[in-house]
């Protein structure tokens, strides 16, 4: 196998990444309508084509702004490598050590927002073409780098892409783990609505897919919540007036490995205040990311256990809603889940919404795509792992013979929607080791 990068790539990868970070490029529901999520994600997709331009690609831009992509090169086959620039917002700023949008290098390593997921993968995968690029490499198909804005949210990007845009022949997202996800699990986001209460006041969480680490509350029940929360164990502070329930990070896919600061506040709250909401928190979803209560225990051996993730709270005088992030086992029945969390939900006044929905993605395992992957990545890192399945959403689902493929190796600490988000230079590196070779073997004679 041929060493495509050389330093210069490295060095031209890295300030690339410290660009992107430097915008705040999360959803803005306040923006004004001049771009469809926010002018930082408008900036950023600008200036990432920019790059490309500068890389020697061709560049489109949706006039409407929600996606660009890059070309290289001619054929009616085309290699699509699909990129996203929106992340998550930067959550408590006391609990990060840096700027979330100043990128810092460190130990070694890159911090910011992003940086992990997925301007620090995007532009390794995109520096890593251009040093195969750069080799004289001679290419039999198009090379497609798509940039999408919205995958944090509601994929509204991807979906106008799909729309407009023809399809590709094959592709990867440099947006998951090594050595490469065969299988991603349906994720259903929905909201219970129900009744407002004229005595309480919540309003907690702040994305879908993060389990929420603070939930905070100030009222008439503070003396007694703060009492409860010292007898449940639980961890709170105290800050201008809030009692501010503490809990412990992850991404929803995740869930049962965080811990969620809404169930516990709810949890203390209930032994002092009667809510039809609060009661199906602790008596239908209760400190259990599975929601076995509900559907009992779903699980498949290709993608793992049903998990549910109560992302978001909010109640006053007018409604109570709770946002609810799942990820279904690519064998479960959608449906059926859906007609008991319906049922279980109307037993305490909640209708349910359906929020937002992406089937689940299943690629053979033994497709060209994937042995043509996985070989690479075994031979670039002698690691014999098997392919992975996962509870997340990566663009790959989006379309067909496409997969996710890196940037996170087995042994990298994983920080994507954490405060202190990283990742390591040795990791981008060898991820644009890997991704160089994928580039050739994919694309090129």
Not at 74 to 80: I, N
Not at 415 to 427: G, I, S, V, W
Request: hydrophobic residues 35%; aromatic residues 8%; negative net charge.
């Amino acid at each position: 196998m041929k060493n495509f990068i050389q330093e210069q790539h490295k060095v031209d990868c890295i300030e690339a990444i410290k660009t992107l970070i430097s915008y705040p490029s999360y959803l803005r529901e306040d923006h004004q309508g001049k771009t469809p999520f926010g002018d930082d994600i408008q900036a950023v997709l600008e200036k990432t084509l920019t790059i490309c331009e500068n890389l020697g690609m061709k560049s489109f831009i949706d006039p409407k702004g929600y996606y660009g992509y890059a070309d290289y090169g001619e054929g009616e086959e085309s290699l699509a490598i699909l990129c996203h620039l929106d992340v998550v917002p930067p959550g408590n700023l006391d609990s990060w050590d840096t700027n979330p949008f100043e990128a810092l290098e460190k130990n070694e390593a890159l911090y910011g927002r992003g940086s992990q997921d997925d301007k620090g993968p995007a532009m390794a995968a995109l520096y890593a073409f251009k040093a195969v690029v750069d080799s004289g490499a001679t290419f039999n198909k198009r090379v497609r780098f798509i940039f999408g804005t919205d995958e944090e949210t509601l994929w509204r990007c991807l979906d106008r892409y799909n729309k407009l845009e023809e399809p590709s022949t094959m592709g990867f997202t440099p947006d998951a783990e090594f050595p490469l996800t065969y299988a991603e699990k349906g994720l259903l986001q929905v909201k219970l609505h129900g009744p407002g209460d004229k005595e309480l006041r919540i309003n907690c969480g702040k994305s879908l897919n993060i389990v929420p680490d603070e939930a905070a509350y100030q009222g008439p029940l503070n003396i007694t919540l703060e009492n409860e929360l010292k007898s449940l164990g639980y961890e709170y502070q105290l800050s201008d007036g809030q009692v501010i329930v503490k809990g412990k990070a992850a991404h929803s896919k995740d869930a049962p490995e965080g811990v969620n600061a809404i169930t516990r506040l709810v949890t203390a709250l209930s032994s002092s205040i009667k809510n039809e909401t609060l009661a199906f928190i602790t008596e239908k979803l209760k400190d259990d990311a599975t929601g076995q209560t509900i559907f009992g225990k779903i699980k498949d051996d290709i993608s793992g256990p049903l998990t549910v993730n109560l992302a978001t709270l909010s109640i006053n005088d007018k409604e109570s809603t709770i946002g609810l992030d799942l990820r279904i086992p690519v064998t479960a029945d959608k449906e059926a889940i859906v007609k008991k969390l319906t049922a279980s939900a109307a037993e305490y006044q909640l209708n349910y919404e359906e929020y937002d929905y992406l089937a689940s993605l299943y690629v053979p395992k033994d497709s060209l795509l994937i042995t043509t992957l996985l070989d690479i990545y075994r031979e670039k890192t002698g690691d014999k792992s098997d392919p992975l399945t996962t509870g997340g959403a990566t663009f790959a689902r989006t379309m067909k013979n496409c997969v996710a493929f890196g940037a996170v190796f087995p042994d990298s600490e994983v920080t994507f929607h954490m405060p202190n988000e990283k990742m390591t230079l040795r990791d981008i590196y060898n991820a644009m080791d890997i991704y160089a070779e994928a580039v050739y073997r994919l694309a090129c004679k």
